[in-house]
């Protein structure tokens, strides 16, 4: 089994940063294929940024604004989310594949006010 757990979610101002954080443990040794989804209240859950193996991927409306990075083990995501908009508001999901299997941690909300 494997969970993911979230942190670092929380309200600011339109500008200001937020940091997330994803730690994995269970029978997993590494995860190649974790990131980060959102889902804003009435829409459809998107890519937020992805490590794909050594590959990164990023949802059009973050680039050059969120970058993720990974410690060395390949457990423990992180989003660092600048410039944040209101449009950023939603619930911040981690996810990690394994095979065809794919894990979700709780989520952790995120609120941007102007």
């Known amino acids: 089994q494997v969970n993911l757990a979230e942190s670092g979610g929380g309200e600011v101002q339109a500008g200001e940063s937020l940091r997330l954080a994803c730690a994995a443990s269970g029978r997993i040794n590494s995860f190649a294929y974790m990131g980060w989804y959102r889902q804003a209240p009435g829409k459809e859950r998107e890519l937020v940024a992805y490590?794909?193996?050594?590959?990164?991927n990023y949802g059009e409306s973050v680039k050059g604004r969120f970058t993720i990075s990974r410690d060395k083990f390949y457990k423990t995501v992180w989003l660092q989310m600048n410039s944040l908009q209101p449009e950023d508001t939603a619930v911040y999901y981690c996810?990690?594949?394994?095979?065809?299997?794919?894990?979700w941690g709780q989520g952790t909300q995120v609120t941007v006010s102007s």
């Open positions: 490590f794909s193996g050594k590959n990164t």
């Open positions: 996810n990690a594949k394994v095979g065809s299997v794919d894990y």
